[in-house]
């Protein structure tokens, strides 16, 4: 079963549950921190809801109910019912439809009991025509033991008899008294009270936790955050409005598959459909297992009730059936495409769960589950269990492609960047994912803590992915460049594909000047592989031959000095710019400086560096801003080109006198 979507950055898709941060002044009690003291806090805490599970059951089951009974008091109070009148009306209204359900499960199940001893019959006569000597089993069974028989080398002889000595053994028969009124009343009753007593504690619960909601919502501010009114009071009014929509639908939807798997096993012919239909969706609050213990019953029945198998293999099919619908299609679409919880959690909290506390344990364990992790979304000392429990990733984007890089597993690069590719075009996946992640290995190398053969077996990776995105063609769909915001605030729209100047597109007009970064290599490959993509007729030129004394390249329009910030030092960098206007003088010039913030002392130092005529290269931050610049520089030259062959064709279309006289 699906749970709801829950996003730490954005608000996420159908139910989504948004993080919103506590302040980080907690007025609480001291939290342990040490490795020891969480060990033996959490060991205390697993005690104290093991032997007080008797409290503890009815409690969570009412706070449950509470947020399934939210909307609908809210829904009370818009029609005009006061707050305790509306708060009232919903535990009466659930109570009701509760004990309505009981009343028909109670007929359902006492039908049953009337028609078992008829099931019986037909199972044992089934089961007969397998296991007996005409059945297929049992001709396989009494096959495997002539083979027994003859395998065996002996057989142990039978001990003679011995006859008994003394006089034979008397018979003894125990009769129990007549049970009087009161023990029958112990043994009808006394079964019953326990579940009356835990049902009628449950509601009680949620009648104080509706009534004063209010005074517990101070309290629980108070231990959490009371310095900052504002966002502790959104952040509970966020988390519990969100779970209370997603409860309720849940038991919407769970509902609804009931009903159907009931009109289902109606028209099977399967007896007491409506039993088996609410312990279908009962069950779908179970994870994993839910749906198989649902389908259990039903099929055992319909052995029982079928002379032959058919009627098994309509019920399998139906739940076969219905329970991807409800899952992939009907639950989607409520909750969104995510999960919220990652499935190791969902299935070691269900296990917990159900060793603490049982069948309830057992149904409670996603709602529960549920409600952690929700709380680690908002609670900042609490956001290990979103981190342990969530299903959003634990590591970001970039920092997975360093992790990947880093440990040498090229398969999972390529893995992430065909899913990141499905959304961003290669530019975008380029500058929000595979240059940041360049960017923390070049951190670690300028720092020192990343050793040569660990920088070499990443450098070998990233290689890898690059060769296999070199041939990738964006799809038609994709309309923006990726989750890159503008100085707007705004997505950034997708860069079009420019019209260039036959000039920009032959091979070699824009060069891609290596930096001296350790990494700088890589990086210059993506933007050529970008600039590629636009149309320009992009090469990646080493830094070396910036030292050489070889004349320039003819044909070369634009040159761009790509460098990963901190990568290369801002005397190294107007060095290389002073080179590149010494060599290609009259091209467009670009400092591409990637991830560079605009008070970098590398662009700092770009900037001082402007030519004879005043002019100075064009920065880039991004590979985005790259093609701006070289887009733009591309037009000016055709705009340029245009007016002189203008000019041109004036003085050629001018008469030979009227030249002279102009003269």
Known sequence: MSDPPVSRSTPPRGTGLGRSSLSTEVAAAAVPTTGP???????AMVAVLYFTRELLVPLALAVLLAFVLAPVVRGFRKVGVPRVGAELLGVVL??????????????????????????????????????????????????????????????????????????PPLPVEVREPTPGVLTVLQRVVGPLL???????????????????????????????????????????????????????????????????ITFGLWAIGIPNPLLWGVIAGLMRFVPFIGGIIAAAFPLLLAVAVDPGWT??????ALFIIAEPVMGHVFEPLVYG?????????????????????????????????????????HVDRLEFL??????????????????????????????????????????????????????????????????????DVLRARVDGLLDDLSDHEDAEALVTDGPVEAEGGEAAERLPDPELPPEWEAPGAVLC??????????????LAQVLSMKGFGARVLPNEALRGTAPAPEGVRAVVLSALDGGSGAASARYAMRRLRR????????????????????????????????????EARSLREAVECLVTAAGGRREQGSEEEAARGEDFAESPSSRVARE
């Open 583 to 618: 060599r290609f003088p009259g091209v467009a010039l670009v400092a591409g400086v990637w991830g560079a913030e605009r008070d970098s002392p590398v662009l700092a130092a770009l900037r001082e560096e402007g030519s004879d005529d005043g002019s100075k290269p064009c």
């Open 37 to 43: 003291g969480v060990l033996y806090a959490g060991i």
């Open 337 to 377: 495409h995510s999960t919220g919880l990652s499935p190791v959690a969902v299935l070691l909290a269900t296990a917990f769960w159900a060793w603490l506390w049982g069948p309830i344990g057992l149904l409670l364990a996603t709602p529960l589950t549920v409600g952690l992790v929700v709380l680690g979304r």
């Open 194 to 260: 326990g579940p009356v007593a835990h049902t009628g504690i449950v509601f009680v619960f949620v009648v104080f936790l509706l009534l004063y909601r209010e005074d517990l919502r101070d309290r629980i501010i108070k231990l959490i955050g009371s310095r900052d009114l504002q966002r502790t009071t959104a952040a509970l009014n966020d988390a519990a409005s969100r779970l209370s929509r997603y409860f309720l639908a849940q038991t919407a939807l769970n509902t609804g598959f009931g009903i159907a």
């Open 513 to 526: 000047v290596v930096g001296r970064g350790r990494l700088d290599e890589q990086a210059t490959v993506m």
């Open 94 to 167: 659930a109570v009701a439809l509760l004990s309505g359900i009981g009343v028909v499960l109670g007929r359902q199940l006492a039908e049953l009991a009337d028609d078992l001893p008829h099931h019986q019959a037909v199972i044992t006569e089934k089961l007969g025509g397998l296991f007996g000597q005409g059945g297929m089993l049992g001709r396989a069974s009494e096959l495997l033991q002539n083979l027994g028989a003859n395998l065996s080398q002996r057989e142990e002889a039978p001990s003679p008899a011995r006859p008994q000595a003394g006089l």
């Open 386 to 455: 979103d981190v342990m429990l969530g299903d959003r990733a634990a590591l970001q984007p970039p920092e997975t492609f360093y992790q990947r890089a880093l440990a040498g597993d090229g398969d999972g690069l390529v893995e992430q960047a065909e899913l990141q590719l499905r959304t961003l075009t290669l530019r975008g996946y380029y500058d929000t994912v595979a240059l940041p992640g360049l960017a923390l290995a070049q951190g670690d190398a300028a720092r020192g803590v990343l050793n040569r053969t660990r920088l």
């Open 311 to 316: 009627m098994m293999l309509w019920v399998l």
